[in-house]
């Protein structure tokens, strides 16, 4: 198979995703060749590579090096190299998408993300990604995807399913308290169905977009979906009485802005606990009764381990929640292009591309 010609996708940074031929890789030792099934299209791919070419937390330099894209793959290896001990032929995965240099601390924790080593890596970033018909992965940075789960799933885990569930772990959602999810773009989504996997009371969503709102009420994880009042206290009131409840014990944001954020601690009750998972903007926020008073504990967290990923995995499958219920449009490879303007405008949720898929 190594030798043969497949095809990728690459991103120029002017708007625009193109498909070129590069050859299939041969795995090196510790590494395994994946037959792609699905590869997610992510929002920050879209800002910081689709757009334009722009640096990342934890790399040096433009985080794009002109790689195939995607950092959101799960495949079935189909040829293992040498010294492979966990994973080997015909086994179906999910690709955590930072390979870490495996021995610094955060590393050790699972936390590849993390790494600080200057040869760690993310796939489709500094590494060749999902977007094509074969990814070469290091076998460290596979998880077992489950067989209950689809490979569209497992792309979803691979990321922003991965990210809402590290954030709302960090918070204890139980059966104990509610939860509050605020932006219902594909990690809001994830965040909604979690939440209802791990047994949260009633699970609200806030979001200002109707279609997005609408696509959210249909996937009948969210008790109620509401669009935002004029300011953070009028819309925390609006999700206390959707609620029943004076506010919710665990709140996440999902949205990455300003207004959002301070939904997330105005509609958290007293001794609430706030997740913060959005990327980018700033936080701004009275102190004394928005935090001090109510006693509240804030957490950031940077995507996941790759040991939660698995246990995540484990968990939709025996939960019963299939990931892939977030996907609003399905690409095949050729059609890149059109599923990255989608993505980069106004999708309903997920966009995800199916290599195996022909095309037009
Ligand atoms: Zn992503
Ligand atoms: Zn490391």
């Known amino acids: 198979m ?26 090196g030792a510790g590494q395994v060749l994946i037959e ?9 791919d879209i800002g910081y590579i689709y ?57 050790r924790r699972g936390y590849f993300i993390s790494c600080g080593a200057a040869q760690r890596q993310a796939y489709g970033w500094q590494r060749d990604g999902g977007h094509a018909n074969y990814l070469l992965a290091e076998e460290s940075t596979c998880v077992a995807l489950p067989d209950e789960l689809s490979f569209v799933d497992g792309a979803l885990i691979a990321c922003g399913f991965g990210t809402a569930y590290e954030g709302l772990r960090r918070i204890a959602v139980s059966g104990d308290g509610d939860l509050l999810v605020v932006g219902l773009g594909p990690v809001g989504l994830a965040a909604g169905m979690i939440g209802k996997g791990m047994g949260a009371r009633r699970v609200v969503g806030v979001e200002p977009s109707a279609q997005r709102r609408e696509w959210a009420a249909g ?67 009275e102190v004394s009764d928005a935090l001090l008073h109510k006693q509240l504990t804030l957490y950031a967290s940077w995507v996941t381990s790759l040991t939660a990923m698995a246990e995540l995995a484990t968990n939709l499958a025996r939960w019963g929640l299939r990931p892939e219920s977030v996907v609003s449009d399905r690409f095949a490879l050729a059609e890149a292009d059109k599923a990255y303007a989608l993505a980069a405008g106004a999708s309903d949720g997920k966009v995800v591309l199916v290599p195996g898929e022909p095309g037009p």
């Open 219 to 285: 996937l009948g994880v969210f008790d109620a979906t509401l669009e935002p009042g004029p300011d953070a206290e009028s819309t925390a009131k609006l999700a206390a009485d959707a609620l029943r409840a004076p506010g919710a014990a665990t709140t996440i944001d999902c949205s990455g802005s300003r207004a959002g954020r301070a939904t997330a601690i105005a509609g958290a009750a007293e001794w609430g606990r706030v997740s913060l998972v959005g990327e980018g903007g700033t936080l701004e926020t």
């Open 36 to 44: 792609v099934g699905a590869s997610g299209i992510c929002g920050s």
């Open 51 to 107: 757009h334009e070419h722009k640096g990342h937390r934890g790399v040096e330099g433009p985080a794009y090096r002109g790689v195939v894209a995607g950092h959101e793959p799960a495949g079935r290896i189909v040829a293992a190299g040498p010294g492979c001990r966990r994973f080997g032929i015909g086994d179906r995965v999910i690709v955590y998408h930072i390979a870490g240099c495996g021995l610094c601390d955060n590393c």
């Open 2 to 27: 190594s030798g043969e010609m497949m095809r990728g996708v690459y991103l120029p940074g002017d708007s625009t995703a193109v498909l070129r031929e590069l050859p299939i890789p041969a795995p």
